[in-house]
Each structure stands twice: as C-alpha cells, then as structure tokens.
C-alpha cells in the first residue's frame, strides 16, 4: 500500500514563497517518478512538475517555469516543491503523485497513486 501526505500548503502573499513536501510511505519509493499538480476552482487539474526516478530530470508547466523547483530525497521518501515568487494565479489545491513508470512525465493517467492535496493560497 503506497500512501502519499502532503504538507506545506497555507496562506502567504504575493511574491512570496512556499515549500510542498509529500511523504511517501510503502516500498519502492526509489523507482517512481513523482508530481505536483494543482487544481484551481473552476478548472482542470495541471501537472505543474514532475521529477524522474533518478531526481536528474525534471519538467515544468511554463507557467512555473523559472519560479517553482522540484526535488526528491529517496533517502527520505520525500519529494519537494520549492515555490518562489508567488502569485494570485498559483491559488490552488496541489496534490503530489506517484508514477511507476520512473521517467519524467506530466501526464496525468501516467500516475499511480495520489495524495489528498494541500491547499495553496495567494493573496495580492
């Protein structure tokens, strides 16, 4: 049983900054490459970052590019979401997830496993 619990979310301004952390639990955490999605009100859920197995390749939605960055202690079973600059825009709940099949990807029917979400709020 792979279960995935996010932490970090809360309120913070604009132009500030946030750390995402997902704790994952279960064997094989090494293997998976792992995601930050997030879901705004009145839209579809995005895939905003995603990490291989590896923590060597990464990915990025354009609209985080160059703000928010991506990371993974497999020692710790953890992955991260460092985001910086942050906007109205960026309001949203973020969920981290897991996929077995270890390389980079951001396509959401590629993840297995799926955290309950923290809420990221930005006010102006």
């Known amino acids: 049983q792979v279960q995935l619990v996010e932490s970090g979310g809360g309120l913070v301004q604009a132009g500030g900054s946030l750390r995402l952390s997902c704790a994952v639990s279960?064997?094989?955490?090494?293997?998976?490459?792992m995601g930050w999605f997030r879901q705004a009100p009145g839209k579809e859920r995005e895939c905003v970052a995603s990490?291989?197995?590896?923590?060597?390749?990464?990915n990025y939605s354009n609209s985080v590019k160059g703000r928010f960055t991506i990371s993974r202690d497999n020692a710790k079973n953890t992955v991260y979401l460092q985001m910086n600059s942050l906007k109205p825009d960026d309001t949203a709940l973020y969920y981290c997830?897991?996929?077995?099949?270890?390389?980079?990807?951001?396509?959401?029917?590629?993840?297995?496993?799926w955290g309950q979400g923290t809420q990221v709020t930005v006010s102006s």
């Open positions: 990490i291989d197995w590896s923590g060597l390749n990464t």
């Open positions: 279960g064997r094989n955490f090494n293997w998976y490459a």
């Open positions: 997830a897991a996929s077995r099949g270890m390389l980079v990807t951001t396509r959401e029917d590629r993840f297995d496993y």
